[in-house]
């Protein structure tokens, strides 16, 4: 679910990597019948909104649920995307590893390394 929500974001909504690196659970607002992100700056900042589409938008309400389900510490302050596995320790995806993820997905449908 974390993959197919950092490549939505990526591919349909042209975030960067180090974007999605600073997004919080609590970045995801729910206003109206609509969901919005908000984008932050590296010092902190809000930068901008972004409108997700509805596909978008349900991915990661999917995947924030799960993250809430299976690791019950989860707030709005929390990382949007950790890493998964012993050693990650749920500490928040840098922008290198997330290139790394979609890497791996786009490798096998086109030819970069």
């Not at 939505?8 to 206003?31: C, F, P, S, T, Y």
């Not at 320790?89 to 290198?96: F, I, N, Q, V």
């Amino acid at each position: 679910m974390r993959d197919q929500a950092l490549l939505v974001l990526w591919a349909m909504q042209e975030l960067a990597w180090a974007e999605m690196h600073r997004l919080d659970v609590g970045d995801l607002i729910h206003e109206e019948g609509t969901y919005r992100l908000l984008i932050s700056k590296i010092d902190g900042t809000r930068d901008k909104q972004l409108s997700l589409k509805g596909a978008i938008a349900k991915i990661l309400v999917q995947y924030i649920k799960a993250r809430k389900e299976f690791e019950a510490s989860v707030s709005d302050t929390s990382p949007l995307f950790v890493g998964i596995g012993n050693r990650s320790g749920s500490r928040r995806l840098l922008p290198a590893s997330i290139q790394g993820i979609l890497r791996f997905y786009l490798g096998k449908v086109s030819r970069l390394n």
